[in-house]
Nanobody
Framework: QVQLVESGGGLVQAGGSLRLSCAAS????????MGWFRQAPGKEREFVGW????????YYADPVKGRFTISRDNTKNTVYLQMNSLKPEDTAVYYC?????????????????WGQGTQVTVSS
């Protein structure tokens, strides 16, 4: 059983940056691949990005490509989402998720564990 806790959300002006953290505990977090998702009010949860077990492989959704970067530090059991050039449309609750399979997935139902989410609000 893996527990995930996100932090780092907040209110930022458009063009600004935030770094989200996802701290994992329990089980063996370094064996999981990690995804970031977001959910805006009234919308479905959507894929943001994914990274492999060692952080060397990453993949991003088109809306965030070139602006967001995922990294992980397995010595700290923590995954990060660096968000730059933020836009009002990035406003959402951001979730990290852990997947036991090694392959990329953009589908929420392929992930085994989820954090509680952290709110990101980007003002115009």
């Amino acid at each position: 059983q893996v527990q995930l806790v996100e932090s780092g959300g907040g209110l930022v002006q458009a063009g600004g940056s935030l770094r989200l953290s996802c701290a994992a505990s329990g089980g063996n977090p370094s064996t999981y691949t990690m995804g970031w998702f977001r959910q805006a009010p009234g919308k479905e949860r959507e894929f943001v990005g994914w990274c492999g077990r060692n952080g060397g492989n990453t993949y991003y959704a088109d809306p965030v490509k070139g602006r967001f970067t995922i990294s992980r530090d397995n010595t700290k059991n923590t995954v990060y989402l660096q968000m730059n050039s933020l836009k009002p449309e990035d406003t959402a609750v951001y979730y990290c998720a852990a997947r036991s399979r090694i392959y990329l997935s953009i589908r929420t139902y392929d992930y085994d564990y989820w954090g509680q989410g952290t709110q990101v609000t980007v003002s115009s």
